[in-house]
């Protein structure tokens, strides 16, 4: 089992930042491929980037947002820059262990996930 937490929600005004951080246990924590996702009310939860030794984004977010990864602190950081009003969702932060399938952006690639961090972006 392994757990994972999400930190850094919270209230930006449009062209702001927020930085998330997400913690998960395990020995293997550099062979997890680690992925953010959102979900906005009423909305389908989103993929939003992805970090395994490479990056991967969602169209809207590139440019913006910024994930990267410190396996010594088992930790991933999602830095939000340039935030508009159509951020404003639930992050999550999933985990996906190794030997699992090859894509990284559906829910259903990733087995453990945080409890959510709110973050609003007002305009």
């Known amino acids: 089992q392994v757990q994972v937490e999400e930190n850094g929600g919270g209230l930006a005004q449009a062209g702001g930042s927020l930085r998330l951080s997400c913690a998960a246990s395990?020995?293997?924590?550099?062979?997890?491929?680690i992925g953010w996702f959102r979900q906005a009310p009423g909305k389908d939860r989103e993929f939003v980037a992805a970090?395994?030794?490479?990056?991967y984004y969602e169209d809207s977010v590139k440019g913006r947002f910024t994930v990267s990864r410190d396996n010594a602190k088992n930790t991933v950081s999602l830095q939000m820059n340039s935030l508009r009003p159509e951020d404003t969702a639930v992050y999550y932060c999933?985990?996906?262990?190794?030997?699992?399938?090859?894509?990284?952006?559906?829910?259903?690639?990733?087995?453990?996930w945080g409890q959510g961090t709110q973050v609003t972006v007002s305009s």
């Open positions: 970090i395994s030794s490479i990056t």
């Open positions: 999933a985990v996906r262990p190794p030997g699992g399938t090859i894509t990284v952006i559906r829910s259903s690639d990733y087995t453990y």
């Open positions: 395990g020995n293997a924590f550099s062979d997890y491929i």
